[in-house]
DNA sequence: CTGAAAGCGCTTACAG
DNA sequence: CTGAAAGCGCTTACAG
């Protein structure tokens, strides 16, 4: 660790340009923080050195005095597995990246699954080496988001916490509306003449879990459709625990005749597990699913599904975690899903 | 972006630990960077104090003086529409994240899909910002991969660069033997009886486009099976484009019995091609991809294809970044691939 | 082995 | 509006 590149050679500083510009460098770093108390024809030869010098500021050294550093993290706090399959990251983290980028903020990705990669990443954030924290973890157990609050660190999550509590009102969210989404769906099997219809659940501990649930049994209450716990089963968002689950339906309930699934990875296995029980789709069982992830699109028959606004949800973090890092209190906003129609349903 | 957040008392510095251990800023220093020149018993109780005062370094202000960011840049260059639908690049990602953490150093993600975020990377990065960069870029076209190296920047490059030069030799990478899974996988299809083998290439601009290529020829030259165009066609590694070529590849030579496909992504496009068109898989045609991606594993039936080891690529891409930073001449690195048999061939 | 001191590049009151 | 100066927290020769 110890060779420079020779090539490389020392970039210009504050110093240089103050001293092309013909001005001190208190009046450099003055234009560079806004241009307050420069007058227009230092400020023109100022922009002047600063092009001709080729001049960037060193961040380091601006961090050092002002305690920021200029940087946010992307904290995935889902045990990886499960959370880097699901193709919806993808869309989230490209579009923080993008949104930060716009702002000239870096994004740390950081994932911590284990306990042990919690605690650095933690002691990393409250160390002071980012700003804010963009955190994706939907499950309760997860005591990161409250040590980060707890620390002054500014977070905002990605997903309605579950089980928050009044301590936890420091919490930023933005999140999709699951359980309109939910209602949305039931709403169409119903319409399009299903009538036992049977849900795949996501875990009881992840919003998606609670609320698309929520939803579903609500619009079937509302459509004067009894409730049965034989139609309802849960997975854990991966698509094997979807085959297992439909599976399990079908023993219990051989007549189901549409089963709304709470994510799209899910619904493939449901799919191969009805394919597996000679069920066609959409005759025999409709299949919806939840997301439209590239999983909805890569499903034989495509599904029909509900659309989470990822590319919003992304912009919608970035701009409230910008806000409380000027100060803004905390704030949690919703936004609407779209119902997707395609073949399966 | 003026407020502090008052309840963020200012963490202990190396003067705190000092202090504290009863010894010079200096000793404290030397211990963290390696505790050469420090006493047995300064260092004990240097490390008591550590413990004590809960101290991190700071590490702008190391950064200020030594010149180095201590972090890394993660550099899409790649338009982001398709490397991000590709599930490989998640496990790639998540690999040197991992990497890198376990010797605590950040990975800034920057995606560079647009010219313009080119230069603005590029700018930020030549800044002295990051150490050096894992770059992700397929295309020859990409004059990315040059610039960081002119500016000094040691760069590690995921996948062999196409068309390479002289002037490239700096240029470090971690690639999987292409042409070597291409051609086992094309030995296989004839060992299981196929004759009329046909092929999705991807872009002649990249190196799985060529050495999969490449590979397929060898073998089938090799069998001293007859050369043959019509057999061949290429896609762009979306489903879509898998979908196109095969039904091009139906129409000129109705009678292929195999389809050699670059991605897994094309493969689940070719498999819409030939249910379209009423072909049976494998039974009429074995269909055989490349990557093991979970695309793979979605796609029905699913599918016989390449592994490529894109753990070891992530930790061998951080290995070798690792080595240049300490000084070592840039490497490459070429790792085996793998057969992997399901139900498509 | 260890301390005192200089300095990395920047920002920010403080005078003028 | 602008300059001179202090200081952010650290590393690193330099003496001892």
Redo the contacts with the bound molecule.
């Keep these: 660790m110890t060779m420079q590149n020779p090539a490389r050679r020392?970039?210009?500083?504050?110093?240089?340009?103050?001293r092309v510009a013909?001005?001190?460098?208190?009046?450099?770093?003055?234009f560079?923080?806004g241009g307050?108390?420069?007058?227009p024809?230092?400020?023109e030869s100022v922009k002047a050195a600063i092009r001709r010098t080729g001049?960037?500021?060193?961040r380091?050294?601006?961090s050092?005095?002002?305690?920021r550093s200029g940087s946010v993290a992307f904290l995935l706090t889902e045990p990886q597995e499960r959370f880097f399959e699901d193709p919806n990251f993808n869309v989230l983290l490209r579009g923080c990246t993008r949104a930060l980028a716009a702002h000239d903020i870096p994004l740390l990705l950081m994932i911590a699954g284990t306990r042990a990669e919690q605690q650095r990443n933690l002691r990393f954030i409250a160390a002071g080496h980012v700003d804010g924290v963009l955190l994706v973890s939907s499950h309760t157990g997860d005591p990161v988001a409250q040590q980060l609050t707890d620390a002054g660190i500014p977070v905002v999550a990605c997903g309605k916490p579950v089980g928050r509590d009044g301590t936890s009102a420091r919490l930023s969210y933005v999140a999709a509306d699951d359980r309109s989404g939910a209602r949305d769906m039931v709403r169409y099997l119903i319409a399009s003449g299903r009538r036992r219809i049977a849900t795949v659940a996501g875990p009881p501990d992840t919003p998606g879990g609670v609320d698309r649930l929520g939803g579903y049994r609500e619009i079937l209450a509302e459509a004067g459709l009894p409730p049965d716990e034989d139609l309802i089963a849960a997975g854990d968002y991966s698509r094997d625990s979807g085959a297992r689950a439909a599976t399990e339906l079908l023993t219990r309930r051989p007549d189901l005749d549409a089963v709304f699934v709470a994510s799209d990875l899910m619904a493939q296995g449901v799919l191969a597990a009805l394919e597996a029980a000679g069920r066609r789709v959409p005759e025999d069982v409709a299949v919806a699913g939840f997301d439209d992830s590239p999983a909805a699109l890569a499903a034989r028959p495509e599904l029909t599904t509900i659309r989470q606004p990822w590319d919003r949800i992304s912009t919608e973090m970035v701009r409230v975690l910008l806000a409380q890092l000027a100060g803004e209190p905390p704030s949690a906003v919703v936004l609407p899903t779209e119902l997707i129609r395609r073949a399966s349903a």
């Design positions: 020392r970039p210009p500083t504050i110093h240089d340009v103050a013909g001005v001190s460098r208190g009046t450099v770093s003055r560079l923080n307050h108390h420069v007058s024809a230092a400020a001049y960037v500021v060193n380091h050294a601006r050092l005095i002002t305690g």
